[in-house]
């Protein structure tokens, strides 16, 4: 039997951007293939989440937003599931994919009761508390990583791959020294392609622990012939432009950048956190990488994600805590001196994770 072509996929997500970013990114493959998808956004980054679907022209459902508190969030789930309901009535999906968090579950637990058939995605090496309840009701679940906790899953489950942005995906591969020339160009940078490059970043908000403790351990680096990549976060610039001032090596400090697809390619080394995005996107483009896991992650689940990566050899983790410019410099010293052979592993996560779907519809 051939697989059955879905028409329409109605895919729930929200909460962080770890959870939205890769249901945008099946969103989008689907509207490229001109099919139809409509995201289910709830959690409290409603506004801007929209925003971003329409963008690219994606349709989305706002729900109501889930507040912090155990009253309200009740009574916002339950708003959630009924306005799902509505809105399932009338698109009348093929199937509904959540990507993950509690702000998927209103409507996970709509199409349940309308019996749209339920598939479940998770970006992460251990599968989160909604996922595992809402197993029970699903076709599938596919994670970016081997999943540690697998035999807590209540459906059939593989690793399929985490979706990633077609901007990561898509985009052109070019020699390290090319990406280094554009990098300058686009950025009025002066690296020099002949030099090992480390690429920084701690998420939009620009961590401490990267903004301070990092620039303290390439200082200790001295012996060492490299130049930095740093992305700040956006109110983080100008504070750490003056930890930088008097650096001895080339820095291109940046607020944030769209063109990480060129940072990737012009960087030997990445030391940033391991949500993961990061972990599958340093994967795509086989890049070594000093972890340092996010301590208040959910049940731990960078350590899980750091874990998978260092596994293949690419990777040193540290944990957060223990994290000072000495140990850093050991790290970064030892992964310059001594790089890890990491060869590109090219995601087909997004049409992967769809075919899964198609796959299990064409057999009902």
């Given at each position: 039997m051939t697989a059955k072509t879905c028409s329409t996929i109605a895919i729930t997500c929200g909460g962080t951007g770890g959870h939205f970013y890769p249901g945008l990114s099946i969103a989008r493959r689907l509207k490229a293939q001109n099919r139809r998808a409509v995201i289910f956004l709830s959690g409290r980054n409603i506004p801007s989440q929209s925003a971003e679907a329409?963008?690219?022209g994606i349709e989305t459902v706002c729900l109501p937003?889930?507040?912090?508190?155990?009253?309200?969030?009740?009574?916002?789930?339950?708003?959630?599931?009924?306005?799902?309901?509505?809105?399932?009535?009338?698109?009348?999906?093929?199937?509904?994919?959540?990507?993950?968090?509690?702000?998927?579950?209103?409507?996970?637990?709509?199409?349940?009761?309308?019996?749209?058939?339920?598939?479940?995605?998770?970006?992460?090496?251990?599968?989160?508390k909604a996922n595992r309840i809402l197993s029970r009701f699903a076709r599938h679940l596919g994670t970016a990583f081997p999943a540690v906790n697998g035999g807590t899953v209540k459906c059939p489950l593989d690793s399929t791959g985490m979706p990633l942005r077609p901007e990561i995906t898509d985009g052109e591969t070019i020699a390290r020294a090319e990406a280094i020339t554009r990098v300058n160009a686009l950025y009025q940078g002066s690296l020099k392609p002949d030099l090992p490059t480390i690429l920084i970043f701690g998420g939009s908000q620009g961590a401490a622990?990267?903004?301070?403790v990092l620039p303290a351990a390439l200082r200790q680096l001295g012996e060492l012939q490299f130049q930095v990549i740093h992305l700040t976060g956006k109110d983080k610039f100008e504070e750490v432009r003056e930890v930088y001032r008097d650096a001895a090596f080339p820095a291109l400090l940046l607020p944030s950048s769209t063109e990480m697809h060129l940072l990737y390619q012009a960087s030997d080394l990445a030391v940033c956190r391991s949500g993961g995005s990061t972990v599958a996107e340093l994967t795509h483009f086989g890049k070594a990488a000093l972890l340092i896991p996010y301590p208040y992650a959910a049940e731990l689940h960078q350590d899980d994600n750091a874990r998978f990566y260092a596994g293949t050899g690419a990777a040193v983790i540290l944990q957060n805590a223990g994290c000072t410019p000495e140990q850093a410099s050991e790290a970064i010293r030892k992964l310059l001196q001594q790089p890890p052979d990491v060869r590109p592993q090219p995601s087909a996560a997004t049409d992967g994770n769809i075919a899964v779907i198609e796959s299990y519809l064409s057999k009902a």
């Open positions: 329409a963008r690219y937003p889930t507040p912090k508190s155990r009253p309200g969030m009740i009574a916002a789930l339950l708003k959630g599931f009924l306005s799902s309901r509505r809105e399932l009535r009338k698109l009348k999906p093929d199937a509904l994919l959540g990507m993950g968090s509690f702000a998927s579950f209103p409507a996970a637990m709509a199409a349940v009761t309308l019996r749209v058939p339920l598939f479940l995605h998770d970006g992460n090496a251990r599968v989160g622990i990267f903004n301070s």
